[in-house]
């Protein structure tokens, strides 16, 4: 979700205008709005959830102040290829490559994990934690608790579920066509699918790595009345990692816009299309 002074969800210390993403509510163009005075420094949200109404948008302006403040809230604002231990060492970016590891096979609350103590490790995890950050069980009350107990670091996670429960209260569902328990009614799906197109670490030790996903998905209410419909999104996830109880967990995350290609010629599709292939099509599980 984005609107605003900077574009899509980006960083919390440059604005500016940006018309080049699809637009908020098919406008053409993204303006995000952040509120005056600090927000909670553990606070950030995935963007997806949107409507056409513009009460909505202050409520994503204070969705994206979230996803800033993360970012930033244990590191002081510092340089984002440091992660402030002594000894790290950053790495240069290289376009992602298939390495031949497959996947991780253990998953807990339904979530990928087990993640190798390696960079390629780190980058399978930042993936996979991509995905679900920015998917429909992020706006349901009680998944998103088991999201945010295994996604994030144990002194965070606590923080962070108060934060989200704020933002994403009853009227804020309710604006998005969603009920108090995150769910469509009856006839419509809510659609909020990431699929990373690559990653890339920007700093890396045996405890902490700064990881950014590439991605895209599709998010929007499929269904025949919506004012909210299904389309695609662009936009590029660094997650801040920590090596933590035998696996990979997220200290903080931010989100920015793009790169975004040229939209091409498809043809659209109906909406109950659209709700069968989110029923039929399952998820993968994503290995550097």
Not at 168 to 175: G, I, Q, V
Not at 256 to 267: F, H, L, M, T, Y
């Amino acid at each position: 979700m984005s609107l605003g002074d900077e574009h899509g969800h980006g960083d919390s210390s440059h604005s500016g205008d940006n018309g080049a993403y699809g637009g908020y509510a098919g406008t053409g163009q993204t303006r995000t709005r952040f509120p005056e005075g600090g927000g909670d420094p553990y606070g950030g949200t995935p963007r997806r959830p949107r409507s056409s109404s513009r009460s909505l948008v202050t409520i994503v302006g204070v969705v994206v102040l979230l996803i800033a403040a993360i970012a930033f809230a244990n590191r002081g604002g510092g340089d984002s290829d440091t992660d402030g231990g002594s000894g790290d060492a950053k790495t240069e970016t290289a376009p992602t490559a298939a390495s031949g590891e497959r996947p991780v096979t253990t998953k807990t609350g339904g979530i990928p994990s087990g993640f190798a103590h390696d960079q390629q490790g780190a980058e399978s995890a930042a993936a996979n934690y991509s995905v679900v950050l920015v998917s429909a069980d992020i706006l349901k009350p009680v998944r998103r608790s088991e999201i945010v107990q295994q996604v994030f670091a144990a002194d965070k996670s606590a923080d962070l579920e108060d934060s989200l429960n704020k933002v994403y209260s009853k009227d804020f569902l309710t604006k998005v066509g969603l009920d108090e328990d995150g769910n469509a009614s009856a006839g419509s799906t809510y659609v909020s699918r990431t699929m990373p197109v690559g990653t890339t670490t920007t700093s890396y030790s045996d405890s902490t790595a700064t990881v950014e996903v590439w991605c895209t998905g599709v998010f929007g209410m499929a269904s025949e009345s919506t004012t909210n419909p299904v389309t695609s999104d662009w936009f590029t996830m660094t997650l801040q990692l920590r090596w933590e109880n035998d696996d990979w967990k997220v200290d903080s995350f931010a989100q920015k816009e793009g790169p975004a290609p040229v939209n091409g010629d498809n043809k659209v599709s109906a909406s109950d299309e659209i709700s069968k292939a989110v029923e039929e099509y399952g998820g993968f599980t994503y290995a550097r």
